[in-house]
């Protein structure tokens, strides 16, 4: 023991040391693979809080659901509706966009509301917000399988169109999101044909369902949400309720739009919920409700057959899509 | 030895790490609004980056000489199936509400289900046939040549992964690239002449 020479480490330190080493290996990688996995998996962003909406009208419960401007079904959280979003200017991972949008500037804004229209006019934001506001609980139905129900704030678009008088000409409306790669990220990545267009029949543009909503929950529109304007079609696939809109065009002929430019044989110009028609790699069947864990049966037109079946009467929906 | 069983230790906890964390934010209910939706898709990317861990082992050793890779490959494959059958789970459960009688219509509805359907059926055999008995039960050669249907199984969870996204392919492309390069080495090392002069290149070592 005495005889030890100064430069052999003890055999008990030598291992110790050893131990320690690999110990710090473990923990060292383990800690590596847990930061890249939280990279890849953001948690859901914090709440952003909106601006109050003053002097929301509720029509009536009995009469609001009997016209579709209400449903019974339980309201999907303000927290899911914010973090759990398709808005591909912003991220096209569905939980990536609340983070994305957040700080996203909504003033100055304006809409212009021009084409086969007798008084072109462009509307600031601040003027839009003054429209006599509603409450709309609609059902949410995006083309991938999931749903949510979610309270709206806004207007009809009747009554912003009625405001410029479209000429007999115009058949249909086309709208257009913010073209800003500064604002919007993802503007600068070719996932989609940017800006993103949308567009309706006037018919179905001028329905008592369809809105332009400025607010939910009875606050403006957080950014990942479409702030601070945006359309709502509650008969059709989430995408065609187009967000973050600053010009609306009267038309006489179809419009393009984004979805149906990426992918022609998988979406089309109308859209309409319907389970009948699958989409070419998934079926339409069925949804998802967020917050629930089975899957629902997804309703002809979104469950707004009586108010809007009308407009297709005669149609092919198979053929018109 | 003891270097590798430790170095097999690294990998197996860190292969361990995703599903610890994935249990843990579930546990907390911080995994968003749609659970089941980040389930899915966190084991679902697992499989394949196993996967293309698995695949990658040969190349490595051959370009980088980092010949200990190999004693983790099964492990590595065999976390490919493991993350594979928890996909797989997922959506037997909660998808289909354990109907199982659902599950073939539903395959055949929907294409992408049915290329990751495959590639889970393709990996199956190789993790049944995993264990060194089977090894010698089937020989080496024939053992090996049933484990190239690993190489299946990756190219068909990419074409699963790429026939469900929308339209941000970008993720999904990767992994074909990754994995079509390390399959395109394997074949351009078996068919290309190998050189000769340079006999300790370690590039090109025949093993």
């Known amino acids: ?321 | 030895m003891t270097n590798v069983r430790f170095f097999k230790t690294v990998v197996f906890v860190n292969a361990l790490v995703p599903l610890a964390l994935l249990v843990l934010d579930l546990y907390r209910k911080q995994v968003g609004p749609n659970p089941l939706d980040v389930v899915t898709k966190t084991t679902g990317m697992l499989t394949l980056i196993f996967l293309s861990l698995t695949v990658a082992v040969t190349p490595l050793r051959k370009i980088f000489g980092l010949n200990s890779l190999v004693k983790v490959r099964r492990m590595l494959g065999l976390f490919a199936f493991f993350y594979g059958s928890l996909h797989l789970l997922t959506y037997i459960s909660f998808d289909r509400a354990f109907n199982l009688l659902s599950v073939g219509p539903d395959v055949v509805k929907r294409p992408f289900i049915l290329a990751g359907m495959t590639s889970f059926l393709l990996m199956l055999p190789l993790a049944i046939t995993s264990t060194n008995k089977m090894v010698k039960r089937l020989g080496g050669k024939s053992w090996a040549r049933l484990h190239r249907l690993v190489y299946l199984a990756a190219i068909a969870g990419v074409v699963h992964f790429w026939m469900l996204v929308k339209s941000d392919t970008r993720l999904p492309l990767t992994f074909g690239f990754i994995v079509l390069f390390l399959l395109g080495y394997r074949l351009l090392v078996k068919y290309m002449p190998a050189p000769q002069p340079d006999t300790n290149s370690s590039l090109f070592r025949r093993d």
């Open chain 1, 1 to 321: 023991m005495q005889d030890k020479s100064e430069n052999v480490t003890d055999k008990q330190v030598y291992l110790n040391r050893r131990l320690f080493m690999r110990a710090a290996a473990l923990a060292g990688t383990a800690t590596a693979t847990t930061l890249l996995y939280r990279r890849l998996n953001p948690r859901p962003a914090e709440p952003v809080k909106g601006d109050k909406l003053q002097e929301v009208v509720q029509a009536p419960q009995e009469a609001a659901i009997k016209q579709g401007l209400a449903v019974t079904d339980q309201l999907t959280p303000f927290d899911a509706i914010t973090n759990y979003n398709n808005f591909y200017e912003f991220d096209t991972s569905k939980q990536g966009v609340a983070y994305a949008a957040k700080g996203f500037v909504t003033r100055p804004w304006a809409v212009s509301v021009e084409g086969l229209v007798n008084k072109p006019k462009v509307f600031d934001i601040d003027e839009l917000l003054k429209f006599p506001l509603e409450q709309r609980i609609y059902r949410l139905r995006c083309v991938e399988g999931w749903s949510m129900v979610i309270p709206w704030v806004g207007f009809p678009l009747s009554k912003l169109l009625e405001k410029v008088e479209p000429t007999s000409a115009a058949r249909y409306v086309a709208f257009q999101t913010l073209l800003d790669p500064n604002r919007m990220p993802y503007q600068r990545t070719g996932v989609l044909d940017w800006p993103y267009v949308e567009g309706l029949r006037l018919d179905e543009a001028m329905h008592p369902l369809t809105i332009m909503a400025t607010g939910m929950y009875d606050e403006t529109l957080p950014p990942q949400d479409g702030a601070p304007i945006r359309l709502v079609v509650p008969w059709k696939y989430g995408f065609k309720s187009i967000k973050s809109v600053v010009k609306i065009t009267l038309v006489a002929d179809e419009p393009p739009t984004t979805w149906n430019i990426q992918a022609p044989d998988e979406y089309g110009f109308y859209s309409n919920v319907n389970p009948n028609v699958p989409h070419p790699r998934w079926s339409q069947a069925t949804e998802r409700r967020i917050g629930e864990y089975g899957r629902r049966n997804t309703l002809l037109f979104n469950g707004y057959g009586e108010q809007v079946a009308h407009l297709y009467q005669g149609m092919d929906l198979v053929k018109n899509f």
